[in-house]
């Protein structure tokens, strides 16, 4: 059965400190990627999405994540974090011929000062 | 802007009454999904709609629960005879890759 799982419930970076977080899925076909972020009380936004090609995907707000398939991974990273980046951020694989997602458990990220 | 709202955005009801949520999208999309969200939880797919026609519901998806999509535009989502357990935020997503609404925040009481 496909699976996302997002190992870090909460993860605490200063601003200005890189960050990584981190994403694995279970799919037997190629997986079709996603990151997304979601503010309290508010619905989820895109960052970046992965489909084919190029490993390393841009997305918005100076996110990128690499997707590696012999890790089974999509970790997302961002070099510096800004105070408005907390968040709760979504990993999410498209499964099936109707590509709903699945979606992690998430991961809160605090921002110190 | 995501290109998707949802009436409304809060609802307070009394376990046993009905519900009704509406998903509107700004521009026309073939795909429309709706997803629950649960405290601490990621967003769990609910059904999905290809244009009219409701092609899959999940298991979560019970017989109080029933989902609309009749000119293939706007959606409605019903929750008859509610439970506790309906407590939720409900999400609507169109496109193929989701854009999502802000949500419908359910509390039952």
């Known amino acids: 059965a496909q699976s996302v799982t997002q190992p870090d419930i909460h993860i605490t970076v200063s601003e200005g400190a890189s960050l990584e977080l981190r994403c694995n899925y279970s799919y037997g076909a190629t997986p079709y990627l996603f990151w997304y972020v979601q503010s309290p009380g508010q619905g989820l936004q895109l960052l970046l999405k992965?489909?084919?090609?190029?490993?390393l995907v841009q997305g918005i707000k100076g996110f990128e994540a690499e997707f590696k398939r012999s890790q089974s991974s999509f970790n997302l990273r961002k070099p510096s974090v800004h105070w408005s980046d907390a968040a709760e951020y979504f990993c999410a694989v498209g499964a099936g011929g109707t590509y709903k997602y699945i979606f992690g458990t998430g991961t809160r990220l605090k921002v110190l000062a | 802007d995501t290109g998707v709202s949802q009436d409304p955005r809060h609802k307070i009801t009394k376990r046993g009454q009905n519900v009704t949520f509406r998903c509107d999208p700004i521009s026309e999309h073939n795909r429309l999904y709706w997803y629950r969200q649960t405290l601490g939880q990621g967003p769990e797919f609910l059904t999905y709609f290809q244009n009219e026609a409701q092609l899959e519901k999940s298991r979560l998806l019970s017989d109080r629960f029933s989902a609309e999509r009749p000119k293939g535009s706007f959606s409605t989502l019903e929750i008859q005879r509610t439970e506790q357990g309906d407590s939720a935020m409900y999400l609507c997503a169109v496109g193929g890759t989701q854009y999502f609404g802000p949500g419908t925040r359910l509390l039952v009481l």
């Open positions: 992965y489909f084919s090609g190029d490993t």
